[in-house]
């Protein structure tokens, strides 16, 4: 999926089948839902893509504390743009991975 066929099923009630639990979870943070977002990173936790997305989640959330720790699971530096760039970017690395 491209980044822009993923953009475009944010109109959808539902995000597309076959979505990995992180790109599911930026996939209903966009659609407001963060208790489902948290929801989907929390079923693959060991995974540093997904604690990627957890932190991003605590960050957008203001739980600071809670979103460096999963920074530091994930390997990654503590973000410090605006949430919509996080946002981007996350998306767009998972799904030039995928």
Known sequence: MTFDEFKASLGSPEP?????????ALWWDAQGNWERAHTCVQANEADPISAWVHA??????????????????AG???????LEAEWLAIAAALLSEA
């Open 76 to 82: 990654r530096p503590v973000a410090r743009e605006g």
């Open 16 to 24: 597309p089948p076959g979505l990995d639990p992180a790109l599911q």
């Open 56 to 73: 991003y989640l605590h960050r957008k959330e203001g739980d600071l504390a809670n979103a460096a720790y999963w920074y530091r699971r």
